[in-house]
């Protein structure tokens, strides 16, 4: 069966500190891999996607993320994090070359003390 | 680039109404549009996707007389809820992909249904 697992519901870290929120999937062939962001209230932002190419991917406000075939993992990274980055964070997979259906994870919700 | 504009944000309407919610994509065209619904702290459903000029798809438990999609328009697609009853009340999502890049979903900013 598809499925995207975010092993952590709720992470809380300090403003500068570094951040890792891990995904992993289980999917049929290689899917395209995407994360994206929630604010309070809001719709979601796309922080990055991983189609083909170099498995260490740049997105917006300094997030990378990392493809790891062997481990079929996504997990996404920030260096140093803002208190803006607090927010609701949710991985997704969908087909590769197709446009829909995106399964998503629960999503895991970060929390930042100044 | 890439918005989508979701209205209203926020509704609050009587059981057994029904309440539109409109889909938009302002500066590209949407060949195709999904909607999702997503619970307090949980992660989104998709209900159902849409194509331009074509009935939508449900998914699987979704009720289709329930809620109505019509997607008229390669700019706008709308969710109609149908006498709505408080366990509908929840926050739904839309979303857009255009042909020019369409492995990628650009999501509006919700509505938030509130059905007393």
């Known amino acids: 069966a598809q499925s995207v697992t975010q092993p952590d519901i709720h992470i809380t870290v300090s403003e500068g500190a570094s951040l890792e929120l891990r995904c992993n999937y289980s999917y049929g062939a290689t899917p395209y891999l995407f994360w994206y962001v929630q604010s309070p209230g809001q719709g979601l932002q796309l922080l990055l996607k991983?189609?083909?190419?170099?498995?260490l991917v740049q997105g917006i406000k300094g997030f990378e993320a990392e493809f790891k075939r062997s481990q079929s993992s996504f997990n996404l990274r920030k260096p140093s994090v803002h208190w803006s980055d607090a927010a609701e964070y949710f991985c997704a997979v969908g087909p590769s070359g197709g446009y829909n259906k995106l399964i998503f994870g629960a999503g895991t919700r970060l929390a930042v003390h100044p | 680039g890439a918005v989508v504009s979701q209205h209203p944000s926020w509704v609050i309407c009587k059981s057994g109404t029904s309440v539109k919610i409109e889909c938009r994509s302002l500066d590209f065209q949407a060949t195709t549009m999904f909607w999702y619904r997503q619970f307090p702290k949980q992660s989104l459903m998709l209900m159902a996707t849409s194509n331009e000029g074509s009935k939508a798809t449900y998914e699987q438990g979704v009720e289709k007389d329930k809620f109505l999609i019509n997607h008229a328009s390669l700019t706008l697609s709308t969710l109609t809820v149908t006498s709505a009853h408080p366990e509908d009340s929840s926050f739904y999502i839309c979303?857009?992909?255009?042909?020019?890049?369409?492995?990628?979903?650009?999501f509006g900013a919700g509505t938030r249904l509130s059905v007393l």
């Open positions: 979303s857009a992909t255009s042909g020019l890049a369409k492995n990628i979903q650009y």
């Open positions: 991983y189609f083909s190419g170099d498995t």
